[in-house]
C-alpha cells in the first residue's frame, strides 16, 4: 500500500523539522525575535495556501456532482476539523512560546515538554493533510496526481524548517543540551508521517469521503493559524514584518501548488 514514492513524500514534512531543529548545532544565539516572528507569519502563509489550493479548492472540485450543494462536503469537514482541533487544544497539556501560561488540562509536566506538546499539537493536521491526499492519489482519484501531493508534501516541509528551528533554539536557551534541544524538536515533528500513514491505512474506506478528509484537515490547519501562528507573529512591539513573509510564504505554496499540481 505504501511505495517507496509515498514513503519518501510523507518523510518529506518530517525532514524539514528535523533540519531545521538541526540548527540548534550551528548557532550560537537565540532567534531574534523579529526573525521568529517572520518565520512564524511564514509558515502560517504556507498553512494557508494549504489548505486553499491543496486542500479545499480539491474537495469542491471533487463535490462538483452536488451542484449548487457541492460545498457541504467542504463546510461539513472543515469545521470537523476546526471542533477537533479545539478539543485537543483543550485536553492536551501545552504551553505557547513566550507564554507562561499553561493550557489543557493539569499536570506536573516540565515547561520544556509542554512547549513541545504545542508544536507537536499543531504538527497533526499537517500530517493528516499529506496523508489524506496521498491516500486519494493512492486510490486512484483522478483529480489527485502525484506531484500534487509532492507539492504540499514540500510545502509543509519547507514551513517546518524555521519551526524546527523555532522549537529546538529557545529550548537550548532555557538550560536543555544542545543534543536534548535537537533530539525534542525532531520528536515534535515525529507525529507528521504517523498522521499521514494513519490516513494512508484509512484510504481504502476514505474513497466517496475524500472531500470531506480534504476539508478536515484544512479545518485543522487553519484553527493552528488563527489560534497560535498569527497572535505569536503579530506579539510585542508593532512590525510589518509578519504580514509581508505570510504573504510570500502564501504565494510560495500557492506556486508550489499550481506549477507542480
Avoid at 39 to 62: E, H, K, N, R
Wanted: hydrophobic fraction near 55%.
Amino acid at each position: 500500500m505504501i511505495n517507496g514514492a509515498v514513503l519518501q513524500g510523507i518523510l518529506i514534512p518530517f525532514l524539514g523539522t528535523a533540519l531545521g531543529a538541526g540548527l540548534v548545532l550551528f548557532m550560537r544565539n537565540e532567534l531574534n525575535p523579529i526573525l521568529q516572528r517572520a518565520l512564524t507569519g511564514f509558515a502560517a502563509g504556507v498553512m494557508v495556501a494549504a489548505s486553499i489550493w491543496s486542500l479545499l479548492i480539491p474537495a469542491m472540485d471533487q463535490s462538483a456532482g452536488l451542484g449548487k450543494f457541492a460545498f457541504v462536503p467542504a463546510v461539513i469537514g472543515f469545521m470537523a476539523g476546526i471542533f477537533l482541533l479545539l478539543l485537543l487544544d483543550h485536553v492536551i497539556p501545552h504551553m505557547h512560546m513566550n507564554s507562561e501560561e499553561t493550557e489543557g488540562i493539569h499536570t506536573n509536566w516540565s515547561k520544556n515538554i509542554m512547549l513541545v506538546l504545542a508544536v507537536t499539537l499543531h504538527n497533526i493536521p499537517e500530517g493528516m493533510a499529506v496523508g489524506i491526499v496521498y491516500a486519494g492519489w493512492i486510490s486512484g482519484n483522478e483529480k489527485i496526481s502525484a506531484m500534487g501531493a509532492l507539492a504540499l508534501a514540500l510545502g509543509i516541509a519547507i514551513q517546518n524548517f524555521p519551526e524546527g528551528a523555532i522549537i529546538s533554539m529557545p529550548l537550548h536557551q532555557q538550560g536543555l543540551s544542545k543534543g536534548k534541544a535537537l533530539l525534542y524538536g525532531v520528536l515534535s515533528g515525529a507525529v507528521e508521517p504517523l498522521g499521514a500513514i494513519a490516513m494512508i491505512v484509512l484510504s481504502r474506506w476514505i474513497g466517496p469521503l475524500l472531500p470531506v478528509f480534504l476539508s478536515f484537515a484544512a479545518g485543522a490547519m487553519i484553527y493552528v493559524v488563527v489560534e497560535e501562528l498569527i497572535p505569536e507573529m503579530s506579539e510585542g512591539k508593532h512590525s510589518n514584518i509578519g504580514t509581508i513573509v505570510f504573504a510570500l510564504g502564501f504565494c510560495l505554496m500557492m506556486t508550489l501548488d499550481v506549477a507542480l499540481g
